[in-house]
């Protein structure tokens, strides 16, 4: 047989993109199922994002994630994007169909993968409480609404994003039992929440001693408490959690499920989920 030393390139967009770890656990996937592939963490500006996505078109990538700030700037330069990316409004992973390049946004489902594999629970038919109305939280709550939640409470510190938020995922997802409360002051879960959510930045490294202004004294001790931040994996609030018996997810978890998606929608492969997790913990210190 003909050598074949040709590489498959994927690769992320972002500005900066230094200390992006998707690649390492992407790259350990492709060892583990014997791919060709490479990752490449791309620096592109602002003003570079057009010629980039000219770029991945020109050297035939296979797909590309996009961090900040390119993941809604992208849109313009697609030809396709899926019915949950439209609605979340932002894209964090491009695939090929043909010559085709195709928006997808796998935050929440990479969020939602965690709840269901990592914590057991089925989101259909659940109250839950997200803290957060940013770009995590829309693709979380997006893709709770599409997973079929009873109650989706929406707690955030601004009023006007929080309200306009809920607005549009009730404009634009069929059926959302999705409201708004303010918060001020300490927010106090109540004993009927399932799932209780931090889509917010409060804990996220350097702020490791920052903890949403909370009280879980009158949640069930059976609720899930997840956290989206990662950095560190153990925040303040899965501390408390979990010193009042608590089930916790903590971010990695969905760091980790948003990459094996995207690993699978690129290749068509199933992804080696344990090796992927276990070369990001390793990444990040957290093994
Ligand atoms: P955004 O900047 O889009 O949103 C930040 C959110 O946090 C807003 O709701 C903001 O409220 C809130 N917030 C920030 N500071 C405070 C504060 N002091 N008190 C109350 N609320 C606050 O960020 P993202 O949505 O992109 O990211 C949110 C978190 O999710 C980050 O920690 C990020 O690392 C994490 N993340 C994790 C991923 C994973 O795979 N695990 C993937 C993507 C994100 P307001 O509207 O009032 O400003």
Redesign the pocket.
Known sequence: MPANYKAELVGVLGYPVAENPTGVMQEAAFRATGLNWRYLNIEVKPDGLADAITGVRAFGMQGINLTIPHKVAVLPYLDDVSGDAAVIGAVNTVRREGDQLIGENT?GK?FLRGVRVDAGMDPSGKRVVM???????RAIATELLLAGVEDLLVV???VA??ESMVKHLKDNVARSPIRFEP?QGTYRVPDDVDLFVN????G?YPDVD?M?DVDLSAARTDMLVAD????PPTTRLLDAATKRGMPVLD??S??VY?GTIGFTMWTGLEAPEQIMKDALAEALGVK
Do not use: E, K, Y
């Open positions: 935050d990479g803290l957060g109305a940013g770009g995590a939280a955030n510190r601004s994003r929080g918060w889509a917010t930045s409060v996220l920052a949403p989206a931040v990662f950095n971010g990695l969905m760091l948003q």
